[in-house]
């Protein structure tokens, strides 16, 4: 889990060096590596655009309170 803008850095920093490596090797541990590193920045990204979105507009209150 990353809780933090230097451990997002620090991931997508990761990530372009795996894609950087498979594209050199073009190797299947390379490739399956990338992917990985991906989605863990792709997931990121989903969360903070959930965030926001949910910031933006938020939930209905139904519990009755005014």
Not at 5 to 22: G, I, L, P, S, Y
Not at 35 to 48: M, N, S, T, Y
């Amino acid at each position: 889990m990353i809780n933090s803008w230097t451990e997002f850095f620090n991931a997508v920093e990761q990530m372009r060096e795996c894609q950087k490596e498979h594209a050199r090797t073009n190797g299947l541990s390379a490739g399956y590596a990338a992917r990985k590193c991906e989605k863990v920045v792709d997931d990121v990204i989903k969360q903070k655009r959930d965030q926001w979105a949910r910031e933006k507009q938020p939930e209905l209150n139904m519990g009755g309170k005014k």
